[in-house]
């Protein structure tokens, strides 16, 4: 479980909140993004976030004519020490006649080895980003004679190799974003689209397995960013490979827990590397099927474990699997006063189910701290094992790797990141997991968990 909520911290990184620019200034998107006036005061800030809403556009309209349009996807130069971004996503922006916006950028970091814009943080002006022309061919922007463009080391010995976007041909140079940002813009923007509709394509075919697996947003997330990090390093020739997702994850372990990885108990070691390699090589292996990169000998499988499944033919189940036991490892944090998550309950539950039944409600939970208010952050991981019988075939049936996990507040859902509306403050965590197996059809286990978050009682 703990092990989980490191890969969450390293992968995922924490949230910030944007704040509005005081000062937006002018910045002309008519010739880029048609309905877009020519007077729109822009301007962007950082969330602190290396994925998902990395920032956040404050758009004026200083006009009596109301202003829509659709924002073309982009490259976000590198500002000072801070990480450059593609935002892959074209959203729909509308401001009225004298109104302001503050629009949520969706998008993706294109540099594992600097930090990111901090929340609040101006980012580059809005009229450095580079919108490229998505109908230009990705190998127009290679140049070897251009000063950005530079010839691989033949003894450069990379476990991960960049090709041409969409083909098998290996990319012989290393390529300096800062001098080429069009290049730069056009062949990222192309790299993260294939990496998007692969990801997709395997999900579909239930082909993407990883410790996340269940949480859809974040699995996707992590599997986008990461292959992405590993395209952006070898390409520019920063290198990104195993062993550095390796040591990170190791830091953000020592970190979270205070003590060093020597000190690990050997189960949590062991989860740890089961997690790596399981990460890894999906990482790679939608990378492969997305043909951005190339695996050489001696750097690991260039086609994973999990790309062989696509051949497969699945026989057609007999019997019917059937439901004996969930254990679900529960961890539920509360954000104390001073920003700090404290741990409220860590606890493992189990929830047996009795013969033909198929959905078990556990007992109400009680998770109580001092310093519960309105407002404060909830976050809560639940990680569950099941085990069923085959009814037909006798033994037992493996878990599926299909599993959901819902929060709902009353009849909101929630993320597993959320704030307490009230206290009292009462949820209900819904676990759906199936299993299966050749012999027998499968069969999904439903387990129910009421959890009242209040204040500890006055003694």
């Not at 892959?88 to 401001?95: E, F, H, L, N």
């Not at 920003?339 to 493992?348: C, F, H």
């Not at 309105?374 to 009814?391: A, I, N, R």
Request: aromatic share 6%; with cysteine; hydrophobic share 35%.
């Amino acid at each position: 479980m703990r092990i989980l909520r490191i890969f969450s911290l390293l992968l995922l990184t924490f949230s910030g909140f944007a704040q509005n620019l005081d000062n937006p200034v002018t910045t002309d998107l008519s010739k880029k993004a048609p309905g877009a006036l020519p007077e729109l005061k822009v301007a962007a800030r950082g969330t602190g976030r290396t994925t998902g809403h990395i920032i956040t556009l404050t758009v004026h309209n200083p006009t009596g004519n109301a202003s829509t349009f659709d924002l073309p996807a982009c490259y976000i130069p590198a500002t000072g020490k801070y990480q450059p971004y593609v935002v892959p996503y074209s959203p729909t922006i509308s401001v009225g006649p004298g109104e302001t916006a503050d629009i949520p950028l969706q998008g993706f970091c294109t540099d594992i080895h600097t930090p990111p814009v901090p929340s609040g943080e101006a980012m580059t002006p809005v009229d450095t980003w580079v919108f490229p022309d998505p109908g230009v061919p990705v190998g127009t922007y290679f140049n070897p004679d251009g000063a950005a463009w530079a010839p691989v080391p033949t003894d450069a010995g990379s476990t991960v190799v960049p090709v041409v976007p969409g083909t098998n041909t290996p990319w012989p140079y290393t390529l300096d974003t800062g001098k080429d940002p069009d290049a730069t813009a056009g062949i990222f923007l192309a790299v993260i689209d294939r990496i998007r509709h692969t990801y997709d394509d395997l999900h579909r075919q239930d082909l993407i397995s990883t410790p996340f697996s269940g949480n859809d947003d974040r699995e996707k997330e992590s599997v986008v960013q990461q292959t992405f990090w590993i395209y952006t390093a070898a390409i520019t020739g920063t290198g990104y490979d195993k062993d550095d997702f390796t040591q990170q994850t190791i830091r953000q372990y020592e970190n979270y827990s205070g003590k060093p990885i020597s000190a690990a108990p050997p189960e949590a070691k062991e989860k740890m590397d089961e997690g790596i390699d399981q990460f890894w090589g999906t990482f790679q292996a939608v990378g492969v099927e997305a043909k951005i990169i190339a695996v050489p000998e001696g750097g690991g499988s260039s086609r994973p474990d999990l790309l062989d499944k696509k051949d497969e033919k699945k026989e057609k189940p007999k019997g019917k699997c059937a439901c004996t036991s969930m254990e679900l490892d529960l961890a539920l944090n509360i954000q104390n006063k001073v920003g700090n998550m404290i741990a409220d309950a860590d606890r493992t539950q189990t929830a047996n189910f009795a013969k033909g039944e198929t959905k078990v409600k556990l007992k109400k939970i009680k998770a109580s701290a001092s310093n519960v208010e309105v407002g404060k952050k909830v976050e809560l991981t639940v990680t569950p094992t099941l085990e069923c019988g085959c009814s037909e075939a006798g033994g037992k049936c493996p878990p599926t790797g299909t599993t959901t996990v819902t929060i709902k507040h009353k009849k909101e859902e929630l993320k597993d990141e959320f704030s307490i509306g009230a206290v009292p403050y009462e949820i209900v965590v819904t676990v759906s997991k199936a299993c299966g197996s050749d012999d027998c059809k499968e069969e999904t286990c439903i387990v129910e968990i009421p959890i009242l978050i209040e204040k500890d009682k006055k003694k």
